[in-house]
């Protein structure tokens, strides 16, 4: 599926009081007059989110030599012809893999625009493949990923590489979904974010209990998605049926 862009006023979404959405100002509301880039870069090293100097570069020749390991731990034979070159595959695709833990995806929520728009921004069928941190095997799936601004919105095509940039590194679904949303709200201060992540893990279908097509469905919500029913309902609607 393509990156679709659901985006407009829904019908009667303003009611004689107002705009549903619409939450009392408050010090943490985004100053429309700042910069575009006067959005807080502050994120906790513990959500995984420093920037890439703060990270040891891949060392390729150690995971060569524990693939190479593997290989004789099973019963193969490294040297043979068809394995030669295998420690250095892996090593590679594991650099690429996991390159997100040198990234910080937050950068690309730096700049935004002012724009009065008010209503649900959502992105749908984000791709993306992450790695399970308990086994080392893929999930892929899609990202749906959805704000309400507060004066201010960011580039399209952003919210799809922060995603990109999350799924890359080990980590569990829960964990991935969460991360989007945070990052998210604390870089565009937007009214609400709604993450909703769909993915098939290939630790359930290729070993263990071996469940093809078995699907699992992760949120977070944040802001009026998470405290106002109606709007709830309104972003989950936009989500799963378009």
Do not use: W
């Not at 007059?33 to 920037?51: F, Y």
């Not at 749906?144 to 399209?156: E, I």
């Amino acid at each position: 599926m393509s990156v679709a862009l659901e985006i407009g006023a829904i019908k009667n979404g303003h009611t004689a009081a107002g705009n549903r959405h619409d939450k009392p100002a408050g010090p943490a509301d985004l100053d429309a007059s700042k910069h575009p880039t006067s959005v807080s870069n502050e994120l906790s090293a513990a959500e995984g989110l420093s920037a890439s100097e703060d990270k040891p570069p891949v060392d390729l020749e150690a995971i060569k030599g524990a693939v190479r390991a593997i290989l004789q731990a099973v019963g193969e034979d490294p040297d043979r012809e068809g394995l030669l070159e295998t420690p250095r595959r892996v090593a590679k695709m594991y650099a690429e893999m996991f390159e997100g833990l040198t990234l910080d995806p937050g950068r690309h929520l730096d700049v935004t625009f002012p724009e009065s728009y008010d209503e649900i921004v959502l992105v749908r069928d984000i791709r993306f493949t992450s790695m399970c941190e308990h086994h080392l095997l893929p999930f892929s799936g899609v990202a749906h990923v959805a704000y309400l601004p507060n004066g201010r919105v960011t580039g399209l095509s952003k919210l799809a590489r922060v995603v990109e940039e999350v799924s890359r590194r080990p980590q569990v679904q829960e964990r991935m979904t969460q991360t989007i949303a945070d990052l998210i709200e604390s870089k565009l201060n937007s009214k609400g974010v709604a993450v909703v992540v769909q993915a098939e893990h290939s630790c359930m279908s290729i070993r263990g209990i071996k469940k093809h097509g078995a699907s699992t469905v992760t949120s977070a919500l944040r802001g009026v998605f998470k405290t106002n029913q109606a709007s709830r309902a309104e972003v989950m609607t936009l989500i799963t049926k378009g």
